[in-house]
């Protein structure tokens, strides 16, 4: 009994660093492209209000590793200035359909949202 109970624990505790670092690209682009290729039809699906909940954590998280590395005065990761619009869904979603698949298995959302946004506002 105790040693289902340890190991029940190790499971839940291993698995909380991963949920933690939100979803892939690939688990991401796996239930975005479908509602993306639906049209407008597609923003009627049920997935996404926690497609964008995913996304804004991840944009979150993207602006405070920004914000870290200005205070410790390191370069930034890219360069866009603040009147410049922000991307639109549609050209995220084609920076992160860009990416090799066999990168976005591994890369969490924000590190391919990054990626994105380096290619897009490249510091020169």
Known sequence: MRSTLLCAMMVTFAAV???AAGPTVAAFLDRANPIRDQ???GMLSPDVPELR????????QMHADEDARR??????LYCKSADEPDPSVE?????LNDIPERQQSTLSLK???VRVM??????R
Request: hydrophobic share 45%.
């Open 17 to 19: 660093p991963a949920a």
């Open 39 to 41: 049209g407008v039809l």
């Open 53 to 60: 909940a995913q996304a804004k954590a991840a944009i979150r």
């Open 71 to 76: 205070a410790a005065r390191r370069s930034p």
């Open 91 to 95: 050209d995220m979603v084609d920076g």
């Open 111 to 113: 590190d391919g949202i």
């Open 118 to 123: 380096a290619r897009m506002y490249p510091c």
